[in-house]
Antibody, heavy 119, light 108 residues
Framework: QVRLVESGGGVVQPGRSLRLSCAASGFTFSTYAIHWVRQAPGKGLEWVAVLSDDGSIKYYADSVKGRFTISRDNSKNTLYLQMNSLRPEDTAVYYC????????????WGQGTLVTVSS | SYVLTQPPSVSVAPGQTARLTCGGNNIRSKSVHWYQQRPGQAPVLVVYNDNGRPSGIPERFSGSNSGNTATLTISRVEAGDEADFYCQVWEASNDHWVFGGGTKLTVL
């Protein structure tokens, strides 16, 4: 079955960096675009970034552009999110979400990993 | 950028019909998708492309899209339907996903 497992979250000071991972299994990872979506405590969903199946096309939300970098290693079935210059407002649960084939929605989500930016 | 507007909360009695709205400028020109998120859990797709239903989602969940409003309709509401619901579209101009602010469905 399709599985997405995020890891790498934790508590980090403002201005520092963190790298999240999303390990995929149960499907042909290299065939799908994957998104990062975050959710601040008690708030709604916020789209963060997307990376195409082959890693050649990527887009970012304005709120993270220039600070976050999305990447993937299809040989390891893993998606990454490198987060630099972290701010308190980046505190959230970060989900990876598979984009359906020929679709503009997510058909599977991971369980999320919590990132807390605090001094 | 494109904005989706959802009412913060909707309440309905068990067995009744809940209608959750998602407003956007000429939203009928876009495909709207809906997710259900129960407390402490990841979102789950319940309707895609305005009115498609993924496998495993009960027929009680249906969607429509017209004018400036898309609607998720939940018939014969059950206590287990209580959750936050989010609408989502794809913004073609910059290849972004856009989410509505979410509606908390309370089953009385």
């Amino acid at each position: 079955q399709v599985r997405l497992v995020e890891s790498g979250g934790g508590v980090v000071q403002p201005g520092r960096s963190l790298r999240l991972s999303c390990a995929a299994s149960g499907f042909t990872f290299s065939t799908y675009a994957i998104h990062w979506v975050r959710q601040a405590p008690g708030k709604g969903l916020e789209w963060v970034a997307v990376l195409s199946d082959d890693g050649s096309i990527k887009y970012y939300a304005d709120s993270v552009k220039g600070r976050f970098t999305i990447s993937r290693d299809n040989s390891k079935n893993t998606l990454y999110l490198q987060m630099n210059s972290l701010r308190p407002e980046d505190t959230a649960v970060y989900y990876c979400a598979r984009e359906g084939l020929n679709a503009y929605y997510s058909d599977y989500w991971g369980q999320g990993t919590l990132v807390t930016v605090s001094s | 950028s494109y904005v989706l507007t959802q009412p913060p909360s909707v309440s309905v009695a068990p067995g009744q019909t809940a209608r959750l709205t998602c407003g956007g400028n000429n939203i009928r020109s876009k495909s709207v998708h809906w997710y259900q998120q129960r407390p402490g859990q990841a979102p789950v797709l319940v309707v895609y492309n305005d009115n498609g239903r993924p496998s495993g989602i009960p027929e009680r969940f249906s969607g429509s899209n017209s004018g400036n409003t898309a609607t998720l309709t939940i018939s014969r509401v059950e206590a287990g339907d209580e959750a936050d619901f989010y609408c989502q579209v794809w913004e073609a101009s910059n290849d972004h996903w856009v989410f509505g602010g979410g509606t908390k469905l309370t089953v009385l």
